[in-house]
């Protein structure tokens, strides 16, 4: 059943992730990668590792592809059907992505790495949150003082911009608005 | 293998419960948004459409008779579009208002003999979460409709819902963090447990009451969520002919239109689950209410019997006095019913009489108590989703840098004080 299920949503990603690099329009490309995104959070939540599931669907198919939606919306229609790509640039893009993959399985399969397995109480939100207020805890903090100093630098950016050009009716706010996601969703 | 199939059994019951109340209620909510439309505005509203000529219902039969004109409504497809997508949209906009409500607990644990019977369809570790997460994507039907369907104004609507999902996903977080903080729990069963206590002994602990800040920015955030008036500017139809759904007919458009009523009902039943208690029945627990429970269901029984007698009396005497004004079938309309609501007041003065409700064993108190927490629960539903109309035919809708800025610059900020407030009383009440 287990096994069923990972073939399933695996084989679902796989194909939606090369369906997102292989079409013309931004848009259609940015609904595959949404798909893609689902289809990787029912692998976690496959896994046991429900609150990972979540956050993957809340954040990354939620929150983040959302803003990317909008942003690719507002360009032209010119601007948004992509051009052929350069060869040299598609062949270093292929080499690079082959030999992250082939070193990738020569890792899982030299068996150098004990991937054991863990209790379906190891992805609850109880044991993930332990674990990122007690052993990784500093790293954690580190990652919210990120955040936050990126929403100040948009939100710099933004005002520095409004400055130079006349005062426009656009929402100080927006262009901070994932970040500021992820921020709470961190938090 | 038998214990496996009494268990989806069982599965498929909650699911099935949970798919009645939202289509049944579906109707209704229709019919209530016209009629309640109509009353404030002093007109009559819907009252043509009958059963053969006799049965009115008040304009209850109407929503059939929509139903059966968008079936039968020719299925117009416009010339561009992108076929996969444009026919996508509608069905992920209704699979994804349905599946929200899989972890809304409706009633407290039942036991049958010896086996636990969780009245939630999925009892998730991370709960609420699961609520947010969903809402989050319910924006992509409504993108997906007006970047698929070819037409600047449907675009234009998409563009208005990204840009307000984003701006207010973040004021409901916060809000539910704060909830979170305060109960201590993610999952959505224990936050109902949570909300039976009573606060200095005599005050629900519901969550409007430990969080009224957190409930009112909520409740806006989920206006906003919902598209529904005053947020709903990705339809905005002074200005966008109707937003993402123009280019839509039939039962494509049916879907959309079906869509918003479950997102309501759905969103009526978190709020009512995070912040009024759920399926508590107020200073009753579960214990209380199987304990009292032969004279709970007597008081009951009793009301029930003199309300249908009401009923009758008051349908009589619509009978009499439009008897022979109209002069056709419509006549027996009130007579007919006044005839089944007393047959209805005899069998619950029956039932009283001589089934003697007030000595119920100890399974069918319990029975009782799971019965009585669903109906405080559909209560508690029905109250917000009749909320969602009130409010849409009392306000204007707001302006669309309005919008943008009481989400930015004033929900967040209150949010954000809110979680902090929250987050400090919890530190000095557990030290």
Known sequence: MQGLFFYLFGTVAVISALLTITRRDPVTSAFWLIFCFLNVAALFATLSAHLIAVLQILIY???????????TMFLGKEKRSAERPNPVVFGVGVLTVGA??????????SGSHDFGEVGPEHGTIEAVSRLLLSNYLFAF????LLLTVAMVGAVLLARREAKGARATRTPAGAPSGPAGVEEVADA | MNEMLTELGYTLGKIGFMLAVILGLLPAMIWAERKGAAYMQDRIGPNRASIGGIFRMGGLVHPIADVLKLVFKEDIVPAGVNRFFYHLAPFLVMVIALTTFAVIPFGDALYLGDKVIKLQVADLNVGVLYILAMTSLSVYGIVLAGWASNNKYSFLGGIRATSQMISYELNMGLAVMSLILATGTVRMDEMVQFQGHLLFGFLPAWGVVVQPLGFILFLVALFAETNRNPFDLPEGESE???GYHTEYSSLKFALFFMAEYAN?????????TLFFGGWQVPWLSTDLLRAHAGPLLTGSAIGATVLSFVFTAATWRHYERFRGRLGDRRELEPLILGILFFALGLATLGYVVFQKPWTIDSAMAAHFATVAQ????????????????????TLPRFRYDQLMRLGWTTMLPLALLNFFVTAGVVLLVNS
């Open chain 2, 374 to 393: 669903i109906g405080s629960f559909l209560l508690k539903t029905v109250f917000f989703a009749w909320l969602f109309i009130w409010v849409r035919w």
């Open chain 2, 240 to 242: 966008l002919v109707s």
């Open chain 1, 61 to 71: 198919a939620g929150a983040i592809m959302v803003f990317f939606l909008f942003v």
């Open chain 1, 100 to 109: 992250i993959a082939g070193g990738l399985m020569r890792l899982v399969r």
């Open chain 1, 141 to 144: 903090e580190l990652t919210g």
């Open chain 2, 264 to 272: 309501m009902i759905v969103g009526a039943a978190i709020v009512s």
